[in-house]
C-alpha cells in the first residue's frame, strides 16, 4: 500500500469502521481478516448473463458445462473481459501499486474448488451470492513461499494447528495472506471474488 491518502474507495467500504492504520499493522501480509456485510454493494454483482459475457470474450464458454457437471467454474483475468471487473482492479492498484488479477469463482453446492492450497499473492475475497465456508491454517513450512514450489508435498509437512473457519455470504469478504493455507466448500451454489494483489 502507497500511504493512506493512497486507500482505494472499495477497500475504505470494505474495512468499514476499522481503520486502514489497523489493519495494515494487525493484518495485511500477515494474518486473515473478515468482516461481515462490508461488501453488501458487491452482493448480486455476479450473474449468469455478465459470467457469460466474461467466458465468451475470454473464449472460455465451455466452462459453463463443468458447473452443470458438478465442477467450479474458475474464471481468470475477468478484470480484461468486462469494465466492472476492470474498474475493481484500477481501484486495487491505485492503492497497492502492483498487477491486480481477479478470478471469478462459481461452486455448486457441497463441492470444493481446490484442496488445501496457498496463493503467492495476497488474496481479498469478496462473496456475490450464496454461502462458502473456508477454511484456513497457518503456514509454518513455507509462510512466504515462492510460485514455483511444490505446494502439495509441503502441505504434507504442516503441523500448524488449529484450523479457522469462517462462513461468508453475500456481501461478506474475507483477507487472505500470500501463503496462508485454505480450502472452501459450498454451502450453496456459490459465486465469489478472488482479487489477488501480486
Not at 503456514?139 to 505446494?151: A, E, F, H
Amino acid at each position: 500500500m502507497r500511504d493512506s491518502k493512497s486507500e482505494s474507495s472499495i477497500l475504505r467500504g470494505l474495512l468499514g469502521r476499522e481503520s486502514w492504520q489497523h489493519f495494515s499493522e494487525y493484518y495485511l501480509y500477515k494474518r486473515p481478516y473478515a468482516a461481515p456485510f462490508n461488501a453488501s454493494s458487491f452482493a448480486g454483482l455476479i450473474s449468469w448473463p455478465i459470467l457469460s459475457e466474461v467466458l465468451g470474450k475470454l473464449n472460455q464458454a465451455q466452462e459453463l458445462r463443468n458447473f452443470v457437471s458438478g465442477q467450479t467454474v474458475l474464471v481468470r483475468h475477468a478484470e480484461k473481459a468486462h469494465p466492472i471487473f476492470k474498474s475493481i482492479a484500477d481501484n486495487f492498484k491505485s492503492a497497492f501499486d502492483r498487477a491486480i488479477d481477479i478470478q471469478i469463482y462459481i461452486t455448486p453446492q457441497g463441492k470444493e474448488g481446490f484442496n488445501w492450497h496457498y496463493d503467492v499473492e495476497d488474496v481479498f475475497i469478496i462473496q456475490s451470492q450464496g454461502e462458502k465456508e473456508f477454511t484456513l491454517l497457518p503456514n509454518t513450512v513455507t509462510p512466504r513461499p515462492l510460485p514455483l514450489m511444490l505446494k502439495e508435498n509441503f502441505f504434507a509437512q504442516e503441523k500448524s494447528l488449529p484450523e479457522i473457519k469462517c462462513l461468508l455470504k453475500a456481501g461478506d469478504w474475507l483477507y487472505i495472506p500470500a501463503g496462508y493455507w485454505h480450502k472452501a466448500t459450498a454451502v450453496t451454489d456459490s459465486f465469489h471474488l478472488s482479487i489477488g494483489v501480486r
